[in-house]
């Protein structure tokens, strides 16, 4: 229930007014975002790579409804390529595109904007030596998100995709990417969405979720395991042995500031470990989601609140 409400009030105007008037330095805000600038961010990465791991950087933003904001977007990703390029990051950093802040939500030629943008950012990216992933949004995107997908692998077969694992229709969509030359990234999902198109139980969706890895794991493509509950990822890894996946076919994600020890952890035991990195000034909805997913991070999120008065 209380995860429901926090997702409910990620969109509230009167409550994002409040919080974002936060320094991102403090407390909570730091915990799960590096920053505000590509500098910060690379940071960072250079700090995350320096322990072995790898990264994916999210520049924050959603439901773009401005053009020149959707351009402003994708300008900050070629910036943030080139300062990664340039501090020699980019064999153990790629990038993760919410469509919807490269102009999917525009009206009329949205999902055209988004394409453009997207492939853009695809051409830098190859250029710098490094790869992108399309972040996946709420269910009503999801459609128009696999049919920009579908164009870019065109040119870019190496774009990643992400698929939520709440989604009743998310096994079916494993098997269509299950393929050679496929990234997938599975994650458990983080926005409020109706029963009608998603599982609501936590068991049934932790159920859900093993399910899809197990298509993922017997497929032909390069499973990226987005989770930080201990026992998805032991089930992970016995699926992997299973399937005959050798270390370095499959990865897992976690998000920046979550679990630290366990992303060496693993690491530390041969695993490919990738972090997930959001920066940027739009963090709130990203900052509410992350407490939502753990109400327990509440309790740190008020002594933030206290210790800025």
Not at 135 to 157: C, N
Not at 215 to 223: A, E, F, K, S, T
Request: hydrophobic letters at 40%; aromatic letters at 6%; proline letters at 4%.
């Amino acid at each position: 229930m209380l995860r429901r409400v926090l997702l409910g009030v990620s969109r509230s105007p009167q409550i994002k007014k409040a919080v974002s008037a936060m320094p991102v330095s403090s407390g909570i805000v730091a915990r799960f975002v590096a920053g505000e600038t590509a500098p910060e961010a690379v940071l960072a990465t250079e700090k995350l790579v320096g322990n072995g791991l790898n990264v994916t950087l999210d520049h924050l933003g959603e439901d773009v409804t401005d053009l020149a904001a959707a351009t402003a977007t994708a300008d900050a990703y070629l910036e943030l390529l080139k300062q990664l390029s340039e501090a020699g990051l980019t064999a153990h950093a790629e990038v993760s595109v919410k469509l919807s802040a490269v102009g999917q939500a525009l009206p009329g030629d949205g999902e055209k904007i988004a394409l453009e943008n997207a492939r853009t950012i695809c051409l830098a990216a190859r250029n710098a030596g490094t790869t992108v992933t399309l972040d996946m949004e709420d269910h009503t995107t999801t459609d128009s998100t696999l049919g920009i997908l579908r164009e870019l692998r065109q040119d870019f077969p190496e774009t990643g995709a992400v698929l939520q694992a709440y989604l009743r229709r998310t096994e079916g969509d494993c098997r269509d990417l299950a393929h050679a030359g496929s990234r997938v990234r599975l994650c458990k999902g983080a926005y409020k969405e109706p029963e009608s198109v998603a599982y609501q139980d936590k068991r049934a969706v932790d159920k859900a979720y093993v399910r899809a890895m197990k298509i993922l794991m017997n497929g032909d493509g390069y499973p990226m395991i987005a989770s930080h509950d201990p026992r998805l990822i032991a089930i992970a890894g016995s699926l992997a042995d299973r399937a005959g996946r050798e270390r370095g076919s499959y990865e897992y994600q976690m998000l920046f500031g979550i679990r630290p020890e366990e992303q060496l952890r693993l690491f530390r035991e041969g695993q490919t470990v990738r972090v997930y990195i959001p920066y940027g000034e739009d963090w709130y909805g990203y900052l509410v989601r992350r407490l939502a997913e753990r109400p327990a991070n509440l309790q740190f999120f008020a002594r933030s609140l206290i210790s800025k008065k």
